[in-house]
């Protein structure tokens, strides 16, 4: 073996090492976030919080689901929002100290704005079929579609790769946060 062949080999071997650890923590992460107090869901505007969480809200758990655009609807501009968000989880902390939460987010800066640590934060995105067919869906018009495609691919730009979960279906998504939150169904 010379010198080239041994220095390939060590940055092999480095690179296994380092993807090794990186695996083993995200599957930690996904273990222990059954049992966090506070996490977040982030999908960007007009990609299906509200029919998400409809098929989340009907297994049974210690988990409530809030979609913080639906459970905030009477401000101003994004500061007062932020403002009376905050306070809304704040309390919901307090009423229900038993209970966990599930907050279905617009973007990482509400997220951590609202108390959530970023390993407790995931950001999904539709893939580009799913998110033509919701497009194809909208009604707006032609303003609407580009400023939703807009927010979409600024979140897709601010999230790193590692961290961006893409799904295929919403029954995808849903039987993935099923199994990470050991949510069950009633029957």
Known sequence: MDGNSLILA????????????????KKQKMKALSKVKLSSLILSKGTGKTILKEKLQSLTSDLIIVDMNEAIKDFNDELDFLQKGKEYVD????????????????????????GVSK?????????IKLFNKILGDCEEGKEKRLEIEKERLHLIKDTDTDQLNIFES?????????????LQSTF
């Open 10 to 25: 060590g940055g092999l071997v480095s690179l296994a090492i380092r993807g090794g650890v990186g695996c083993f923590n």
């Open 91 to 114: 309390n919901l902390l307090k009423k229900f100290s038993k209970k966990r939460f599930l907050l279905l987010l617009n973007s990482k800066n509400e997220s951590e704005y609202f």
């Open 170 to 182: 919403f029954d995808n998504l849903y039987e993935t946060l099923k199994r990470i939150y050991k």
């Open 119 to 127: 390993s407790n934060s995931f950001v999904v995105c539709p893939s």
